[in-house]
């Protein structure tokens, strides 16, 4: 095929040839050379003259990188690779031929016999061209003439790798060409290999086994043999191509990466100095493969929020298994729409962390693996992440139960019963001022005062009125009360304490309605309450609303934040440490 060069810039330094005179061959116009690698130049023999010619057409100017670079001329700098004892001559006295104009250069010698076999030409040429305005030496290196050297004499070829149109002719021992074969003293005749493709065995998904035989070398060393396949028919060797050095005989090849379910069509393939022999096609097709199996790693590990699994894949159903890990989910089956690991791909045992999981909550588990067939599930398994309240006793008067992670009493303080509707009164419980301790005035009974406290402890059971602002029961307000199990205080149970408002936010976010309702379905079953308003004392008692106390002073630094809901809505806002609200205790 011609040539056209295309080259990179590089400072390359001289070298000297020898020259001499071949005549170019005017015939040829377009910028290459000729013969062009495909026709290839004739092979020689140990110890007999050799002599080629290859023409050369000088291009005008080449494209590098969007650029048109002129050219001024063009050398042989080197051969590399050429047999021993051969040289190369070039037609000018300066060894360069100027752009436009027609050149040759002549291979001549006697080979020896360590070059005998394929010798691949790679012909250096020294380009001098101009780059805006200035003048540049430039490499590029011409690829694919192939030199057959033989130590027996040879047909002569015109195509590399192909029968000559005169392929009727046969050179024997004495090197003379005729229309009949040679015969040698021995007998032999020199031609193509005889070559055959038998059979394909050990078929999968990906791979198989192709099986051929070198019946006949056609009297001449075998120079490659193997293999040419590809998914359409008639492969040649410009296709897929496993190559070997088979001189006889039966020989095998193990073939991997094809594709599974497709249909190939196989050659067996020999070449000696004379060309290339194909056997006779054979197709097969690989196995469509199975979907891959997994099985489920007991679960390990287990703690509020996290546990271990994993699975074993045995096999990948002769597809590779591209990804594997465990599903998981609070109901049955889980599958890819839900919580999953990716854990790595392949067949054997894997490890999974499952993490981000809610304490307290019963979870189903598989393990996967997927292959271009599709996703297989282990077995089923399942496991309950332990309880916040595991272990935890709950104080006397009162149930414990788990929600957000945290472990909760199962009613308020002071409440006779767990709520049994939004509006259980016997569910409501005490209704204390913020920070102020058990001492009675948390009762909806208790009698109120204009007198506000100078201590934390006020020492009487009535509810301290506050009708300007701060709206605090203290004279000075006191931030350090409720805070913690061991605040100042603090009247939940020993080992209890009052919820932050991030806690109480936490568990807003979890129900399932924002409203009085979702209060009520959550697991802490949070009723309505009693509510008295600091400034006045006055009491209501409808159950309109739910009004709970946390911990946390409101960023006033006035008010204290609670949780606040009705029919209709819920949230966490700034409320007078006056007022009377609720409590529930949450386990430190």
């Not at 004495?174 to 229309?179: L, P, R």
């Not at 056609?218 to 040649?236: A, E, H, M, Y």
């Not at 929020?305 to 597809?319: F, H, M, N, Q, W």
């Not at 409808?542 to 006033?556: D, H, L, R, V």
């Amino acid at each position: 095929m011609k040539k056209i060069l295309f080259i990179v810039i590089a400072i390359f330094f001289a070298q000297s040839v020898l020259f001499a005179q071949c005549n170019p061959d005017l015939n040829y116009t377009d910028p290459g050379f000729y013969p062009d690698t495909i026709t290839n130049i004739p092979p020689a023999v140990v110890g007999e003259a050799y002599s080629t010619v290859i023409n050369a057409v000088i291009p005008t100017e080449v494209e590098l990188q969007g650029y048109t670079l002129v050219v001024d001329s063009v050398r042989v700098f080197s051969i590399l690779n050429l047999p021993s004892n051969l040289t190369y001559t070039v037609n000018t006295n300066s060894g360069f031929w100027l752009a436009n104009t027609n050149g040759c250069f002549t291979i001549e010698g006697l080979p020896g016999v360590e070059s005998i076999g394929l010798n691949e030409l790679e012909i250096v040429l020294d380009y001098r061209i101009t780059f805006f305005g200035m003048a540049y030496e430039v490499p590029d290196t011409l690829k694919g003439y192939k030199l057959i050297v033989s130590n027996e004499p040879i047909s002569a070829v015109t195509k590399y790798g192909e029968e000559s149109s005169t392929s009727d002719n046969f050179v024997g021992e004495n090197g003379n060409v005729s229309n009949t074969p040679s015969i040698s003293s021995s007998g032999k005749i020199f031609q193509f290999p005889t070559v055959q493709t038998i059979s394909i065995g050990n078929i999968t998904t990906n791979s198989a086994t192709f099986n051929g035989s070198i019946v006949d070398n056609g009297g001449l060393s075998i120079l490659q043999s193997g293999f040419c396949w590809n998914t359409v028919s008639n492969p040649t060797i410009a296709d897929q191509i496993h190559t070997g050095y088979y001189q006889d005989g039966v020989y095998s090849a193990n073939i991997t990466e094809l594709d599974y379910n497709t249909e190939y069509f196989v050659k067996a393939y020999a070449e000696n100095a004379k060309g290339v022999s194909y056997g006779d096609e054979v197709s097969f097709m690989t196995l469509a493969g199975d979907l891959p199996i997994v099985s489920s790693t007991p679960i390990s590990n287990i703690t509020t929020t996290s546990a271990i699994s994993g699975g074993t894949v045995t096999s990948d159903g002769g597809l590779p298994a591209t990804a594997r890990g465990v599903y998981w989910n609070t109901s049955l089956n889980p599958t890819i729409v839900n919580s999953h690991t990716t854990d790595g791909a392949g067949i054997g045992i894997f490890s999974s962390s499952i993490t981000g999981l809610i304490p307290g909550t019963t979870y189903y588990l598989r393990a996967y693996v997927t292959n271009s067939q599709g996703t297989s599930y282990g077995n089923q398994l399942s496991f309950t992440t332990i309880s916040p309240c595991a272990g935890v006793s709950p104080p006397v008067g009162y149930g414990i139960v788990s929600s957000s992670g945290k472990c909760w009493l199962d009613r308020n303080l002071g409440a006779s019963n767990i709520a049994s509707s939004s509006t259980d009164v016997n569910s409501f419980g005490y209704i204390y001022q913020w920070g102020r301790a058990t001492d009675g005035h948390q009762e909806i009974t208790s009698v109120t005062t204009t007198t506000l406290s100078s201590v934390n402890t006020p020492g009487h059971s009535d509810f301290i009125l506050a009708p300007d602002e701060p709206f605090d029961w203290l004279i000075n307000q006191n931030d350090n009360l409720w805070q913690g199990v061991y605040g100042i205080n603090n009247p939940c149970p020993s080992g209890w304490r009052i919820p932050t408002a991030s806690e109480w936010e936490e568990e807003r976010l979890s129900w399932n309605s924002n409203n009085s309702v979702g209060a009520f379905n959550s697991p802490l079953k949070l009723p309505m309450t009693y509510y008295r308003q600091g400034p006045n004392g006055l009491l209501f008692t409808g159950g309109g609303s739910g009004n709970y106390w946390s911990s946390t002073i409101n960023e006033s630094a006035i008010y204290v934040n609670s949780l606040r809901f009705t029919t209709g809505s819920s949230s966490i806002d700034g409320w007078r440490r006056a007022d009377g609200r609720a409590v529930r205790c949450i386990k430190d």
